[in-house]
């Protein structure tokens, strides 16, 4: 099964894709995916429902968050009422550390993604604040890097052991599904989502003349 | 400096009134300067004459910001416009303008840190009817 675990819709500020757009560009397209989750920048999106939409088109989609930390940004899957009480998804200089806790208290994940990114990546800041505890799966391909950035996040994850996910990092329609998470059980809800990513059932592919290809 | 505090002190209170009477000339020659070839846009004998959906952009208020606000934005630089279209505007109306500060929140980037103000203009025509919403975004880098 094929996810793209991170995209963003019109309700992250900086997004400019509407979710019935994603959906029907990977239709007219034929992007080769069965559905994507929208992690929205800073928050996460109690109010959207897009039941009828995967109905519609035949995708699943879920909903997650994107925080930032010290350490960069943060992929949560598996926000419950409790997680968002836990920390305030607003805030831009949230602890790794308590987001990780916090979530895997909660009942989900937290990934790391873009680790390789200036700034706003765990590689730039491990250098200077040390190596981080309770970190199981990182992003290594992201369809928004440049340069090196994947090739860096993938160090990282050889050298520490971590499992690794894809995703595009959309903001527009698209870049939807340029990079995503190859999942080895079938899932159909976040719940089975978060339980996938913790038996580190997954791989991160980028899509190449209409396949899927493992990260090099 | 906590943008929380700013949100709570400064979002959502209006701050500059200001009213344009719509003239078509005008309206034409943004609509030819977008580019637009539809005659709704670009004949004024259309029976459908409008402005585009994007001719509220052009317009600014008295102020950028509340008298008072404590953030130098001299150093800010534009983060853009958006522009939400809610009615058509006519050659012959006259749009009221209000501005209040919509949201301000901070965000990191591979550029690093950024503060943005997002400063709402809402238009309203001579019966009282929403025509368009402004969002412009004004950032600062902060770190």
Known sequence: MILDLHSHSTVSDDGRAKVENYCQWIKRKE???????????????????????????????????EVETEYGHVLVFGVTQELQAAFNFSQINLSLATVLEESERCGGIAVPCHPGRPRVGMCAHIGTRGEVEGVRTIETLNGGSRGNENEQAASLAARKGYARIGGSDSHIVSHIGRCATRLHAEVRDMNELVASLKEGGCEAVKLEDRAWIPES | MDTGELKRQWVGKTFDTVSFEIEAETMLQFALACGEELPRY???????????????????????????????????????????????????DTITAQSHLHDVYEKTGRSGGMVFIVHRMQFTNQNQKLVAVVDWKMIRKTG
Request: overall charge negative; charged content about 25%.
């Open chain 1, 31 to 65: 992007i080769p995916i069965d559905g994507f989750v929208l992690t929205e920048h800073r928050l996460y999106d109690d109010a959207s429902d897009y039941r009828s939409l995967e109905d519609q088109f035949g995708l699943l989609i879920l909903k997650a968050s």
């Open chain 2, 42 to 92: 670009t004949d004024p004998e259309d029976p459908d004459f409008q402005a585009v959906p994007n001719y509220t952009s052009c317009f600014h208020g008295t102020r950028t910001l509340p008298e008072g606000f404590p953030m130098n934005m001299e150093e800010s630089f534009d983060g853009g416009k958006c522009v939400e279209w809610k009615a058509p505007i006519r050659a012959g």
